[in-house]
């Protein structure tokens, strides 16, 4: 059997960063031809970044992609890694008109291979995904080809991310063709548990195809969404072969074995309408070498880890792809605060993270006492201003009271915030949860304002989750636990009046978030929530506050998602909307 | 020929608001039936409302549209009105997998002919647009049927929206199935000039068609979006017979003489894969009677007069369907503010329009003056609040300069309105602009704070024009202009620094909007651009603003749009995206 030595470079890109990427794929490809890698594939749209969204429908940012691509095959070449094929995902033109009837011209979602200094092979994603957070049938012309590579004696079926979890299409044509080998270039967003069914599906899709398939997956974050890496390699059998790390870059690297191509190449019309397209790189197989990468098998992580690295990640990534370097925090001393320094923190450097306490005449001793130790805990800088001179002043031109005079109190630190951002430079963030902004409590231009809302998809249950996980993480590790027990502990208060609770407006959080997982996350019905044994009336006031909050939810920040629904694109309600649930 | 008279019932309608607009569509068949139709149209969903978004992934809402409808049609016989079809549009489910890879049971956009208590045909919409404001693909499955309705002895073929709007498909299928008329039933969003498009296209589909061809459309307003009415009855030589008034609720009424139905009814497959449903409902003619309408032409709005009431008509949907009675607007002076609550006193009555002028130490005494002006010209509320003291307050403990400093005057002014807002109840209204949207010259949580905004789709050369125009309307119904004229003629200004002009920042409005028009609304590179002689340092600039304000639109409250491209659902661009085009 012909040897392969494979290279799946899971790596981050920035959208539009077309040089920055490109860069990326010069770098990754030399680490991987020093280890003597034969074929070497990167994510979905490396070279765009993904998803570029209405950047396609812009023909100049097109054309700089197709230029890109010619660029990066010149220079690979030039640099003396021309010898090596890498198979590299970018935004194409299309010469056709659109199926769903876009006018000719429309963009694909494409990848090339690259060898010698040419782009020797281009072909688009077949099954385009338009749900979810996904509008792909709104840029993307879909691909009609069965994409081979001959290297080293060994044909080297193609397919982009979506191809992989549609049945049909390219992986059973890649039996049909007799490919040794599939290889699939993705861009698929984190949710939780994710990993595990694309396992399964990895699995399942190399059994159909009959041979091994490797799944060469993105890592890092674009706006809301994190790519959690966890690039794949598993046998015809569906067996494991290599598993990368989640929420790394790294070059996953494997020696195969793999069936010799037929002497006569494949033809013809695959299945589902795809033409193969066959080129020949290389058609002997490689001198037989010692195998020195039998494939590393990464242990995926648990769920409280995943979903607290994945929230790391996401900052990090917005902060740092839009050229900042440092963040601000009101804190308040409440968990939600407090875990999102905890996540800044461990993004950016303690030293990067600043954070305000603002207390009011309704704040408790506790809070600020909190906030100091939190302060003390990370290391991170905190400052006191007292909000009580700007309050008195509001308070006496306008003689606010009940609701109004709650709600200026957290729109007063709003302003205080984002004032010490424009003087400083920081980035403000928001510390909302995904309670708080289903059922609309929180204040617009108050606790919501900032530049990014890191735990807007995390419900409030899942954030006491979080934070005593991070806190245990840390004593394993022999470290001072970040967040302070008391924020862990003490009953939930927005102190924006005397006494107040949480609880005062809304049900227990494990009830809350049980019902809002259903209708929110779920998409289900008051009658079929009842039926799982909730309070009718509870039911309903809750499903009205969800809909009725839509036009704060419309303002808020964005923030990662690691729920199969956040509110951003994967949810998208009118505003306007009078149909209510009723129970 | 037989006769028939044709009821097109262009009217207004509530997402999500089963019951009120099945009572609606009640009251407007009464309407018609009282003036002798034969058959009756509404507009495409409007028993749901349009467009539904999400709710359509709803199970338990699906489920009560078609109960809905059901519960209509018996509605409709008890009351003494189900000897007249009528042809209503909503939200249905298929039993069949939907061809784009979503599950069974998922929706289609439907409409349904009802006639004696019973549901006689439903068919469902065959394009699905999936570009601009629209995500059809995110949600329907497409009808495959061609249904045609034998009523009066004339066979009358029916369609959807969209289905007018691509080659192929229905309209030359309602040739082939030789129908006598073909109605389509449409909630199509306005923009500017739509309406002459529009009538172009029913024109010559009409001859495609080769009958007489009825469009009947929505109006009113849902978010962003305002529908303008227009209705339209073309002959099959594409001659105009009737055409309903714009932004109007009205019954088109009018009588046709049309070919005799066959006596074999069609059968088979017509076109595009359209299967011919057929269904009589009554194959006599109706007995020859007197022609009472013989088809009214209203005349199509100019420029500034529809861009004005499609403000209005926006502005007043969103307030009243909401819930909300009144209005609240910081009055600056400055002619957006005051052109804002020109369109509040026209959308709601200026008994409901509350306006606050917020002086600052940089307030210009013609700022207070105009103000002042406005309230006396318009009759609306003033109040006013100097926020010197909060000023104050802030400045003493954070010792703000430059930029913070600025923006410290607007947010402070945002926090003002929304504290009278949660104290006495009107909704605030944002008074910016697409050239301040655009280029980010506004403040977040500032000047930007809103439930709504009004003119966020209107360029600053446009804000001009209209009021220019709203005054000389006004002034050609021997009314008071509303707006001042200081407002519209002094140099637009921040008022947030000494002597300060839009002017400092930016170049003059109408050479900025005609580079913004190029980049926003046609996806033009900078290339593109400055080959029409514009400076290319001056485009790389305002390309770069455009850019790198997408955060603040993001947060921005929504608005009416008017453009082919507001900053809406209309213009997905990532926050974090490094392209940046060069001239």
Known sequence: MPQLRLALNQID??????????????????HAADRGAHFVAFPE????????????????????????????????AAEGLGGTPVLVGYLDRSGERHRYGQPAGSPKDAAA????????????????????????????????????????????ALAICEDLWQDG??????????????????????????????????????QEAGCTTAYVAMTGGQDELVYDGDSIVVDGRGEVVARAAQFTEECLLVDLDLPAAPAEPPAGIADDGLRIEHVTLSAEPVAPYTRRYAGVVAESLGDEEEMYTALVTGLRAYVTKNGFRSVLIGL???????????????????EQVYGISMPSRYSSRHSRDDAAELARRTGLHLRGVPIGPMFDAYMESLGLTGLAEENLQSRLRGTLLMAVSNQEGPLVLAPGNKSELAVGYSTLYGDSVGAYGP????????????????????????????????????????????????????????????????????????????????????????LRMVDTAEYKRRQYPPGTKISPKGFGKDRRLPITNRWRERA
């Open 332 to 350: 308040s001393g409440g968990i939600d605060s407090s875990l999102v320094a905890a996540v800044a923190c461990d993004a950016l450097g303690a």
């Open 113 to 156: 291979v690259l060898h010698r200094g040419e782009v020797v092979l281009t072909f688009a994603k077949h099954h385009l995904p338009n749900y979810g957070v996904f509008d792909e049938f709104r840029y993307f012309v879909p691909g009609d080809t069965m994409p081979v590579v001959r290297v080293a004696g060994v044909d080297v």
């Open 455 to 542: 735990i807007k998809d995390v419900y409030k249950s899942v954030v006491f989750r979080l934070a005593k996980w991070r806190n245990a993480a840390a004593a394993e590790r022999n470290e001072i636990p970040p967040i302070p027990e008391n924020s862990i502990s003490k009953p939930p208060s927005a102190e924006l009046r005397p006494d107040q609770l949480d609880t005062d407006s809304l049900p227990d959080y494990d009830v809350l978030d049980a019902i809002l997982e259903l209708y929110v996350d779920r998409d289900r019905g008051s009658a079929e929530i009842v039926a799982r044994g909730y309070d009718p009336e509870l039911v309903e006031r809750v």
């Open 169 to 206: 299409g390219r992986v059973p044509s890649a039996r049909i063709a007799g490919a040794g080998l599939l290889v699939t270039v993705n861009a698929s967003p984190y949710e939780l548990n994710k990993d595990d069914t694309r396992l399964e599906l990895v699995r399942k899709r190399a």
């Open 13 to 30: 890109a920035t959208v539009g960063d077309l040089d920055g990427n490109a860069d990326a794929v010069v770098r990754w490809t030399r």
């Open 45 to 76: 749209m490396v070279l765009t970044g993904y998803p570029v969204e209405d950047l396609a429908l812009r023909s100049s940012f097109v054309e700089a992609s197709c230029a890109a691509l010619r660029a990066l095959a010149g220079r690979l």
